[in-house]
C-alpha cells in the first residue's frame, strides 16, 4: 500500500500569508494527487487535481504542484475563508493526516 | 446538478450489520470509479473501500476487509457499502465520493 504522509499536522497563520503544505507518497503516484479543504461538519470539497489543475471555481490563490512522491499546496496570500483542513489523495486511495490551518 | 444523495446510517450495535447506498446524479455514474471514505468523531479522512466502473475490481482498506462489502448497480446509479461484524471503531461520518463529488455524509454509531 502506498502511504501518504502530510506536513505540517497544523499550521498557524495569518490572513495576507503565503503557506505551504506539503505531501508525500511512499512511492510515485505520478501526478494521481488531489487537495482537499474541509471544514467542521461538511463534506470535503475539491481543489486541486492531477497534482496542479486548479477545480474549477477555485480561487487562483491555491496551486498545486508536484510529481512522482513530492506534492505541495500553496495558498498565495490567506483569506479568512481558507482557515480549514487540508487534506491530500491519492485518487480513490489513502489520504494524508490532513494540516489544520489556523488563524494566528 | 451533479450530485451524490446517501442514506442509511443510523445506530447499530456491536457484532451488527448495516447497509448504506449512495444515488448518483447528473452524471454518468457508470464512467466512474466510487469509493467510500470515513471519518471518525474528530479525526481526519480515512478511505474505506473503492469499485471500478463496471464493479469489475474493488479494493478494501485493511481493517475492513472480510466484513465491509462494496457494490454498484450501475442500472439504478447506486453504489453500497454492506458492513458486517461492527465495532464502536467504526463508528463514523461514511461518505461515498467520486473525482470532485461528495455525498453529503451519513453518521453510523455502533454502541450498545
Known amino acids: 500500500d502506498i502511504q501518504m504522509t502530510q506536513s505540517p499536522s497544523t499550521l498557524s497563520a495569518s490572513v495576507g500569508d503565503r503557506v505551504t503544505i506539503t505531501c508525500r507518497a511512499s512511492q510515485s503516484i505520478h501526478i494521481w494527487l488531489a487537495w482537499y479543504q474541509q471544514k467542521p461538519g461538511k463534506a470535503p470539497k475539491l481543489l486541486i487535481y492531477d497534482a496542479s489543475t486548479l477545480e474549477s471555481g477555485v480561487p487562483s490563490r491555491f496551486s498545486g504542484s508536484g510529481s512522482g512522491t513530492e506534492f505541495t499546496l500553496t495558498i498565495s496570500s490567506l483569506q479568512p475563508d481558507d482557515f480549514a483542513t487540508y487534506y491530500c489523495q491519492q485518487y480513490h486511495l489513502n489520504f494524508g493526516q490532513g494540516t489544520k490551518l489556523e488563524i494566528k | ?112
Open chain 2, 1 to 112: 446538478e451533479v450530485q451524490l444523495v446517501q442514506s442509511g446510517g443510523g445506530l447499530v450495535q456491536p457484532g451488527g450489520s448495516l447497509r448504506l447506498s449512495c444515488v448518483a446524479s447528473g452524471f454518468t455514474f457508470s464512467s466512474y470509479w466510487m469509493s467510500w471514505v470515513r471519518q471518525a468523531p474528530g479525526k481526519g479522512l480515512e478511505w474505506v473501500a473503492n469499485i471500478k466502473e463496471d464493479g469489475s475490481e474493488k479494493y478494501y482498506v485493511d481493517f475492513v476487509k472480510g466484513r465491509f462489502s462494496i457494490s454498484r448497480d450501475n442500472a439504478k446509479n447506486s453504489l453500497y457499502l454492506q458492513m458486517n461484524s461492527l465495532t464502536a471503531e467504526d463508528t463514523a461520518v461514511y461518505y461515498c465520493a467520486r473525482e470532485g463529488v461528495w455525498g453529503q455524509g451519513t453518521t453510523v454509531i455502533v454502541s450498545s
